[in-house]
C-alpha cells in the first residue's frame, strides 16, 4: 500500500492521529481550516478507499479510524522531499532542517547524540 497522502489528507489524517478516531463532525473541529461537512467525507472516503483509514457505524454517524500509522507517512513524505528536493542527498536535507534559526541548542544537541548512537551501531 502507498503511503502518498496528499496536502488535504494529511490535515484529516492528523485529526485521526490526534483523537485516535473521529466522525466527520469531529473531524471538522479539529482543523484549521474552512472546509465543508462534504469535502471532509469525501477525502474520508478517499482515505478508506486508499486503505488509510476505516470506519464503524456510530448511531447516524460513521465514526473513522486510521490504519496507516504516523511512522508509516512521515517516512514516506520525508522520502518524498529527499529526493524531490534534495535530489537524494540527505546531508543537504539535514543540514537544512538544522539550519533553522528555530532549532534550539539542546535539540541540535540531542540529534548530535542520536546521530552518533546510530554511527556507533553502523560501525558495530
Known amino acids: 500500500m ?3 497522502l496528499t496536502k488535504r489528507e494529511l490535515d484529516l489524517m492528523s485529526v485521526l492521529w490526534q483523537r485516535g478516531s ?9 482543523l484549521t481550516d474552512e472546509i465543508s461537512y462534504s469535502t471532509v467525507m469525501t ?6 478507499a486508499k486503505g488509510h483509514v476505516r470506519h464503524e ?5 460513521f465514526r473513522f479510524y486510521p490504519v496507516t500509522n504516523p511512522e508509516e507517512a512521515g517516512s514516506s513524505a520525508l522520502s518524498r522531499i529527499l529526493h524531490k528536493v534534495y535530489h537524494g542527498s ?3 536535507m539535514v ?5 533553522d534559526k528555530n ?3 539542546d535539540e541540535i544537541r540531542r540529534i548530535r547524540d542520536d546521530l552518533e548512537r546510530r554511527l556507533k551501531e553502523i560501525e558495530r
Open 43 to 48: 477525502v474520508l472516503r478517499t482515505l478508506e
Open 2 to 4: 502507498s503511503t502518498h
Open 103 to 105: 532549532v534550539s541548542a
Open 95 to 99: 543540514n537544512q532542517l538544522v539550519s
Open 57 to 61: 457505524q456510530e448511531g447516524k454517524a
Open 22 to 30: 473521529a466522525t466527520v463532525s469531529e473531524v471538522l473541529e479539529g
Open 90 to 92: 540527505l546531508e543537504l
